[in-house]
């Protein structure tokens, strides 16, 4: 196994360990556990930028990172929007239709690269679907770090708005430049 995907299999072995630091007191003091969650985060978004340079600069590709990839991504920046829904304490709520929103995309993107890849077509990220995947981990940065300041509030909601209408703009990308798999 090389290397980007052990970087794959790590970001998907960090999500439970994020989830347990978010969700779960643990007895640390104040908000030490949303703290060390957000460090979990931000190292598992790094690793995802990692694993795809890495295999691309050293033609590392493989069929499992191609599927396991784009699994993972799905898993750490849904898993962390749907436990950041019911936080009591959020400065800046996640609203639920945002969430619905974003995953629905998820699914509907997923199934039109499976029937794709049934008709043997790869369909590789566009640029609109990798601006949504890093507006989205700002998004849930700033959702995790949770800051009680103004100007802060402001920044989140706008990316927050920006994730949202990315998310749209890449399914609508998606299809349309792809719109072929879709006859017969």
Do not use: H
């Amino acid at each position: 196994m090389n290397l980007p995907n052990k970087l794959t299999i790590f970001r998907i072995i960090l999500v439970p360990v994020f989830l347990v630091l978010l969700l779960c007191p643990l007895g640390l003091p104040g908000s030490l556990n949303r703290y060390l969650a957000l460090g979990v985060f931000i190292v598992a978004s790094i690793t995802d930028c990692l694993d795809g340079y890495i295999a691309r600069r050293y033609n590392l590709v493989t069929d499992f990172g191609k599927f396991m990839d784009p699994l993972a991504d799905k898993l750490l920046c849904c898993s962390a929007m749907i436990a950041l829904i019911g936080i009591p304490d959020a400065v800046v709520s996640l609203p639920s239709v945002v969430v619905i929103i974003i995953i629905a995309r998820e699914f509907l993107i997923t199934g039109f690269r499976s029937i794709a890849a049934e008709k043997g077509i790869v369909i590789a990220a566009s640029k609109w679907g990798k601006l949504k995947t890093i507006s989205q981990m700002i998004m849930l940065i700033l959702l995790i770090l949770n800051l009680d300041i103004q100007v802060f509030k402001i920044i989140t909601v706008v990316i927050m708005v920006l994730a949202t209408a990315l998310t749209i703009i890449s399914a609508v990308d998606y299809i349309l430049k792809n719109k072929d798999v879709l006859k017969g």
